[in-house]
């Protein structure tokens, strides 16, 4: 049972325009979201969090949206640019305790110019 | 500026073989965790730590073993490893536990 889902294993968005990303949850617990950035051979990096009080969190070209009726989530990001293709992946944890992150399957994103 | 640091990059085994994988954080924090990712899937928790001396059971912890005897260091081991066990494993620490995690560059095991 996949506690957090990205139903899409790839995106294809052409240079300059919106990237949005989606992601679901079955977890009411989760109250902490993140999403990661992943280049090959690299290990995943932080890209922006947002807690289940909030239903936006902005920095600079991205932007997560939380709808917590829906268990859904999703990341912006405007413009897109080359250096965006990547794997996303989308985490959640329960604030309390230690951060034991459920990650999604990720996204493979890229972007053409 | 390492952050995290993990040892070795790649590793062949064969079945039944045993090994420690280690994880080495400059950062000072708190927690650490091992994670495995398989193709097509997301990460999954193995073992995680909330400081020196502590360890506690993630995910998926079955074959695994785990000590945090250094407040820097996490190590993750494979007693007799198995042929399932062919994986990406990635190493991660974070100050607290409502921030960020930050990731290793990997360890691809392959079980043969």
């Known amino acids: 049972d996949q506690q957090v889902k990205q139903n899409s294993p790839s995106l294809s968005v052409q240079e300059g325009r919106i990237s949005i990303l989606n992601c679901d949850y079955t977890?009411?617990?989760?109250?902490?979201f993140l999403w990661y950035k992943k280049y090959p051979a690299e290990g995943p990096t932080f890209l922006i969090s947002?807690?289940?009080?909030?239903d936006k969190n902005e920095d600079g070209r991205f932007t997560v949206f939380l709808n917590k009726s829906a268990k859904h989530l999703s990341l912006h990001i405007v413009p897109s640019q080359p250096g965006d293709s990547a794997v996303y992946f989308c985490?959640?944890?329960?604030?309390?305790?230690?951060?034991?992150?459920?990650f999604g399957q990720g996204t493979r994103l890229t972007i053409n110019p | 500026n390492a952050g995290v640091t993990q040892t070795p990059k790649f590793r062949v085994l064969k079945t039944g073989q045993s090994m420690t994988l280690l994880c080495a954080q400059d950062?000072?924090?708190?927690?650490m965790y091992w994670y495995r990712q398989d193709p097509g899937m997301g990460l999954r928790l193995i073992h995680y730590?909330?400081?020196?001396?502590?360890?506690a059971k993630g995910e998926v912890p079955d074959g695994y073993n785990v000590s945090r005897l250094k407040k820097q260091n996490f190590l993750l081991g494979l007693e007799s490893a198995a042929p399932s066990q062919t994986s990406v494993y990635f190493c991660?620490?974070?100050?607290?536990?409502?921030?960020?995690?930050?990731f290793g560059d990997g360890t691809r095991l392959s079980i043969l």
């Open positions: 991660a620490s974070s100050l607290f536990s409502n921030q960020p995690q930050h």
């Open positions: 977890n009411s617990m989760f109250d902490y």
């Open positions: 947002i807690s289940s009080i909030k």
């Open positions: 985490a959640a944890s329960e604030i309390q305790g230690a951060q034991k992150l459920v």
């Open positions: 950062m000072n924090h708190e927690y």
């Open positions: 730590s909330v400081g020196e001396g502590t360890t």
